[in-house]
């Protein structure tokens, strides 16, 4: 079952289900439109969860670590549980720091690309540039503090 593409089809259109709905987050949002949003992202961690879970008995605890997306999943879903504990046992309200919890469970459109080749080859592109260039940006970063400070020094 795990390794047929129908499940992981399923589970890659769920992943991307997920994404659009956390990217619909915006300010301000409606009671209604907050309720229904948090019923949708505890759907999603709990399926997210199930999937974790399944895999586990599936593979094994030590065929499951192999893979770093396993890994990944199951770092994104304890957080949701801390999340979720956390809003709905402790204080009854997030605040910002959970929010970026959230924000961290959209980093799973990263899942995509192991099953997307030209997904893949974008982001293997992407971080090979940012690896030639950061020299560069460091280098564009001090002129930007030497400039700022100069500036202040001279109109301050």
Known sequence: MLQRPGFNFIMLIITFTNCLILALDRYPLSFTEIDTFDKMNIAMSFIFGIEMIIKLF?????EYSRDGFNLFDAFIVAL???DFSIIYFVSGNGGAALNAFRAIRILRIFKLSKGWKAFNIIL??????????MYFVLLLVVFIVVFTILGLEFWS
């Open 58 to 62: 599936g593979l094994g605890v030590k």
């Open 80 to 82: 949701s549980i801390i």
């Open 124 to 133: 293997t592109k992407i971080l090979k540039s940012i690896k030639d260039i």
